[in-house]
């Protein structure tokens, strides 16, 4: 670790997440998903906090998903919750500029779903794309009038897709 930085580890794949922001202490009552992949960070406007939202790229069918990890202004954490199951080898994703995350299925015929990182709007799959093995997914909103988004597939021959709304 380089001068000036600290560490420490926030969460243990299997394990229950220890909550530092609750007094007494205690632990999450879901465990940390399993092979945690991409992730993104959304502010929390409300209480000054912040989420971390991450995938979990489980090769089970059915067993992978996205998690999120909630946190008060100081760092402390307050929550952890699953936001989407039922799903396979959720690779990596992407932030969309509305603040919703984008988790990508890696298996032939994966779907792009789009993820509430504050769980109050169910998951959704997102109808612009088609059926992939999805990676990971990227926003243009230079021109907020026209954005542009993309995602890719993780294949030897796999495409680069752009999608512009009419």
């Known amino acids: 670790l380089s001068e000036g930085l ?5 969460a243990k794949s299997g ?9 007494p202490t205690s632990t999450s009552s879901e465990n940390f998903h399993k092979e945690p ?3 993104a960070i959304f502010s929390w406007f409300e209480t000054g906090g912040w989420v971390y939202v991450s995938n979990s790229e489980v090769k089970e069918r059915g067993r992978g998903g996205v998690g999120a990890i909630y946190f008060d202004k100081d760092g402390n954490v307050l929550d952890y919750r699953r936001l989407l199951g039922g799903t396979t080898m959720n690779c990596s994703g992407g932030p969309t500029p509305w603040g919703t995350w984008v988790s990508c299925e890696e298996i032939d015929g994966g779907k792009a779903y789009q993820v509430d990182p504050f769980g109050i709007h169910p998951p959704e799959p997102m109808s612009i ?5 999805f990676e990971s997914f990227a926003h243009d909103a230079r021109n907020p009038q026209k954005p542009a988004f993309y995602v890719t597939e993780d294949k030897e021959r796999g495409p680069l897709r752009r999608v512009i709304p009419h």
């Open 129 to 133: 794309f088609d059926r992939g093995f």
């Open 37 to 39: 992949d991409g992730a």
């Open 6 to 10: 600290r560490s420490r580890i926030i």
């Open 15 to 23: 394990e229950p997440v220890t909550l530092t922001g609750l007094s």
